[in-house]
């Protein structure tokens, strides 16, 4: 699977839109990218995921630029409940290739 | 869909102790996964189930470690002669196949059970 680049950390005001970037230069065609939270002591969450067109779901936007070597999850007005740690995965769903490889995530602070 | 379920959900042994970890999937998924995440680490994969086929372990899985589903619906981890490099929160996920059976699957994860081994 593609390794992924993302920030440490970042930090939005309530209400205003969250933009997390993702970077995946070596993604190859058919490997998903794939957006989990994990709020802190809890299991992560599964948020979207999408291959080659934008995704939006009632959690997210997800933007996958045309050459497919970055994407930036979006979400649309971030409230405190959002404070999490964000992970970019990138996957070949293949069978066989089941396993999620998690990197160290951004941690996204919403301020009040 | 009560989601996926984890027992314990806070675990302290001493070392050198065998410890064990329940996981109930969501109802109806055939696929189950066992994960590691330690401190300001992401979760890492250890083990993962195909109904009660054990399909793939990671290196990870040392030989004191052993995962089973008898019956292809609950799983448990089992830790012997637990170390302090053990301590950990374990996760358990679970999905099922894709639309026509496609590997396109999300995996819905437990809350974890937190394992800290004196």
């Known amino acids: 699977d593609a390794k992924t680049t993302q920030p440490p950390s970042m930090d939005c005001a309530e209400g205003r839109a969250a933009n997390l970037p993702c970077n995946h230069s070596?993604?190859?065609?058919?490997?998903?990218v794939y957006w989990y939270r994990q709020i802190h002591s809890q299991g992560p969450q599964y948020i979207i995921h999408?291959?080659?067109n934008n995704e939006t779901n009632e959690m997210a936007s997800l933007i996958i630029t045309e050459d497919r070597k970055s994407s930036t999850l979006i979400l649309p007005h971030a409230t405190l409940r959002d404070t999490a740690v964000y992970y970019c995965?990138?996957?070949?769903?293949?069978?066989?290739?089941?396993?999620?490889?998690f990197g160290t995530g951004t941690r996204l602070t919403i301020i009040p | 869909d009560t989601g996926v379920s984890q027992d314990p959900r806070h675990k302290i042994t001493k070392r050198g102790q065998n410890v064990t970890f329940r996981c109930d999937p969501i109802s109806e998924h055939n696929r189950l996964y066992w994960y590691r995440q330690t401190l300001g680490q992401g979760p890492e994969f250890l083990t993962y189930f195909q109904n009660e086929a054990q399909l793939e372990k990671s290196r990870l899985l040392s030989d004191r470690f052993s995962a089973e589903r008898p019956k292809g619906s609950f799983s448990t981890l089992e830790i012997q002669r637990t170390e302090q490099g053990d301590s950990a929160m374990y996760l358990c996920?679970?999905?099922?196949?894709?639309?026509?059976?496609?590997?396109?699957?999300?995996?819905?994860f437990g809350p974890g059970t937190r394992l800290l081994v004196l």
């Open positions: 995965i990138v996957r070949l769903l293949i069978f066989g290739n089941e396993k999620l490889t």
């Open positions: 996920a679970s999905s099922a196949p894709g639309l026509a059976g496609g590997p396109e699957e999300t995996q819905y």
């Open positions: 999408g291959l080659k």
């Open positions: 070596t993604i190859s065609g058919n490997e998903y």
